[in-house]
């Protein structure tokens, strides 16, 4: 099993572009089941979750591959779906899978995928998704590990989300596209990869109003074709590389990313004591100054995300003083606590709220990666400690971050992998 073993040797200094959004990209792949003929992704990221959902739509009878001549772009024709099943051994590989029953159901009236699996980071139920669905007069049956729902034809109906859910906003959106008439859902994700996934259904053409607040209406319409879209740069990347340099009290420049989607990041890190310099489409980060502990609770977007809370923290545990740190979106996000412990760290967990003492410094020792974020934050740490840290099962990792090493070692990190 791969390792990734990083010698913390200093600031991290220079310019990084960003991959495409994994998340992005993965409801945009469920979204061209929706289409009729081809539809393309350039920017995509070459992440095994995407793999994972090249496999589940090849599964569904669909045709999908990489483009030969393009490394970053993908292609979808969904003509060819004959079997609108999705197995176990691929759904449990990642939760996202779940996106492709929205999909399936409105455009061929019935879908059988395995409840998902993902990261172990909660229950992460998708009673929500489910909700919608019947709202949308589908029939839903859950049946020995499978979701199994079917309608003639969808017709427009009313969700209320319970909570604001990004995959379950996704998989209703996407449904209700083709039902007849109209469906209202309230109490929507408004993350950036709800919104990309709207203007792309809206190209594709569907009728969707409201896209950026919480309350969508949808017009249903009888069909949708397919387009070609550039998925925008990976917000949580971005971040991810900002937060390598400030721990490294080095000088980081993102490219390829809306500074705008990232707002809430940069917030917390000039929170931080952190110099943040934003451009059309490049954020730099350093700091001069101290590093300064912060509070910071994780929320739906606009808040502050959760899939930044490991970075952060790894960062946190070097500030002068006592961070506080809450999980709110779910409800097992602290694996890297007790990893960030043996580098040193001072953090006390109490139900979901971490306290971070900061310390002086950490020191290089052996740890394991639990799932993708907490991966990026023992990195993170990892950075900015003294000696040698090794990465254990670092497959989460490769879930979520393209050439993570490479483009680290473009900043100046000594970091490589081992088999
Ligand atoms: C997506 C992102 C993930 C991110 C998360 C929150 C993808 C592929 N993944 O995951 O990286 O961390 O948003 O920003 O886009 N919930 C329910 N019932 C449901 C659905 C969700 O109770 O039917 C709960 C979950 O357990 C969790 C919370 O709602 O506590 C938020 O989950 P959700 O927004 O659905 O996360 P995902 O869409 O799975």
């Not at 792949?29 to 393309?40: D, H, K, P, Q, V």
Request: charged share 25%; proline share 4%; net charge neutral.
């Amino acid at each position: 099993m791969d390792r990734i073993v990083v010698s913390g040797n200093g600031p991290l200094r220079g310019d990084v572009t960003v991959s495409g959004s994994k998340n992005a990209t993965l409801a945009l792949m469920a979204a061209a089941l929706l289409g009729e003929g081809r539809t393309r992704l350039e920017n995509v990221p070459r992440l095994r979750d995407v793999d994972t959902m090249l496999e589940i739509l090849r599964a569904l009878g669909a045709e999908a591959d990489w483009d030969p001549d393009c490394q970053d772009s993908l292609w979808i024709d969904p003509e060819g779906v004959h079997s609108p099943e999705a197995p176990y051994e691929l759904v449990r590989k990642m939760r996202a899978s779940f996106l492709v029953l929205g999909p399936l159901l409105a455009r061929f009236g019935r879908a059988r995928v395995s409840e998902p699996g993902g990261c172990a980071i909660g229950v992460r139920p998708v009673d929500q998704h489910l909700k919608g669905f019947q709202a949308l007069g589908a029939k839903v049956r859950l049946e020995r590990g499978y979701v199994e729902a079917s309608a003639v034809r969808l017709r427009g109906g009313s969700v209320a989300f319970d909570l604001s859910t990004v995959n379950g906003t996704q998989n209703v959106m996407m449904a209700a596209c083709l039902a007849e008439g109209e469906t209202v859902l309230e109490n929507c994700a408004r993350e950036p990869e709800v919104v990309e996934l709207a203007h792309v259904l809206q190209r594709m053409g569907a009728e969707i109003h409201g896209v950026g607040s919480d309350r969508l209406s949808i017009q249903g319409v009888s069909g949708l074709r397919g387009v070609s879209h550039r998925v925008s740069g990976d917000r949580i990347e971005a971040g991810t590389m900002l937060i390598a340099g400030l721990a490294t009290r080095g000088l980081v420049r993102v490219l390829g990313v809306d500074p705008a989607v990232m707002d809430s990041t940069l917030q917390k890190l000039r929170e931080c004591g952190a110099e943040i310099e934003v451009g059309v489409d490049s954020v730099q980060a350093g700091i001069r100054g101290p590093l300064r502990p912060v509070r910071v609770a994780t929320a739906p977007f606009p808040g502050f995300p959760t899939d930044m809370q490991a970075q952060l923290m790894a960062l946190l545990c070097l500030a002068e003083g006592a961070s506080v740190v809450s999980e709110r979106v779910f409800e097992n996000r602290f694996m890297h606590v007790p990893e960030l412990k043996r580098l040193g760290a001072d953090i006390a967990l109490s139900d979901r709220t971490a306290h971070v003492t900061g310390v002086r410094g950490l020191s290089g020792a052996q740890v394991m990666a639990t799932d993708l974020r907490a991966s990026a934050g023992l990195i993170v740490a990892a950075l900015a400690a003294e000696g040698d840290t090794t990465v254990n099962r670092v497959y989460h990792i490769d879930r979520g971050y393209e050439r993570i090493e490479q483009k680290l070692r473009g900043l100046g990190a000594e970091i490589r992998r081992e088999a």
